[in-house]
């Protein structure tokens, strides 16, 4: 869709159209989880700077390894590794091998760590990598010699940055830099722009019903992530229950610090005041 069709949309359209309008891929299904909120990088868009939530990054008791292969296999869908960073989370690997072999799995990370023992010690087939560039990571040299080992070591990969008015010309001199090196890297619109309810600007009540599954570092689910990185209306806790339905539906009072990276399109607001 062209830029300034979209444009349009997020300033015009009401807010469930919108959201359905600006992000057509469809939620297939997947279980997200967060072994470790906490990152190498603090970019300035990121959710975890949320006012009321980076305070509690620290306080999430994380699960083992064994923990989070016994939830994953139980509740057997495809599985999203995220974060923060995955890989500052010490058994990742583990978790990884440990999976039903059939379950898909891919690894949302920013590349600033080595992935070359995970990588030796992984005999996942499919594995697929999910790959963001910040400027905060300063020169895209280690990105790169990850991607090269990602590269030869057969495993799917998309990478981009985001085109946030704090980093366009960073990312822009990325994507030539791998782009030289071979690599296609693409340019995301930096979804703080399209979506108000995470422009930080206001906060209003909401009827929210999102279809999603996203587990926190305690094996806790929560709504959305904005929720969890706040440890706010935890739903229920995967380490000793059963998962529950998809959809959930709450009444917020957070609308405008909603997650600008939380499946946005695909959740509905009804504005309540
Ligand atoms: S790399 Fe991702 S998780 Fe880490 S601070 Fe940046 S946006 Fe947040
Ligand atoms: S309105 Fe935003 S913060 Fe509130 S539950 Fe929905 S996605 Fe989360």
Redesign the pocket.
């Known amino acids: 869709m062209l830029k300034s069709v979209k444009r349009f949309i997020a300033d015009h359209m009401p807010v469930w159209l919108r959201g359905r309008l600006l992000n057509s891929r469809k939620y297939g299904g997947q279980v997200y989880i967060y072994p470790t909120?906490e990152?190498?990088?603090?970019?300035p868009?990121?959710?975890?700077?949320h006012p009321d939530g980076g305070k509690h990054l620290k306080d999430f008791t994380l699960l083992s390894p064994e923990k989070w292969i016994e939830i994953l296999n139980r509740i057997n869908r495809p599985v999203v590794i995220?974060?923060?960073?995955p890989f500052l989370y010490k058994g990742l690997e583990k978790i990884v091998n440990g999976l039903n072999p059939e379950l898909p799995v891919s690894i949302?990370t920013?590349l600033?760590l080595d992935v070359s023992k995970f990588l030796a010690s992984t005999k996942k087939e499919n594995l697929s990598f999910y790959c963001?560039y910040?400027s905060?990571?300063g020169s895209p040299e280690k990105f790169l010699e990850n991607l090269i080992m990602l590269r030869d070591a057969g495993v799917n990969f998309y990478t981009h940055g985001?085109y946030a008015s704090s980093q366009k010309e960073e990312v822009s001199e990325a994507k030539r830099f791998f782009r030289r090196h071979g690599f296609r890297f693409n340019l995301d619109v930096d979804q703080r722009k399209l979506y108000k309810c995470a422009s930080k600007k206001f906060r209003k009540k909401v009827r929210c019903t999102k279809r999603m599954i996203l587990i926190a570092p305690d094996g806790r689910r929560y709504q959305c992530v904005s929720k969890a990185v706040r440890m706010k209306d935890p739903l229920e806790d995967l380490t000793k229950e059963d998962l529950k339905d998809e959809t959930v539906t709450s009444i917020c009072n957070d609308y405008g610090y909603c997650a600008p990276?939380d499946a946005l399109g695909e959740t509905k607001m009804v504005l309540l005041e």
């Open positions: 909120l990152c190498t990088l603090h970019c868009y990121c959710v975890n700077l995220t974060g923060g960073e949302y920013n600033t963001s910040h905060g990571a985001i990276c």
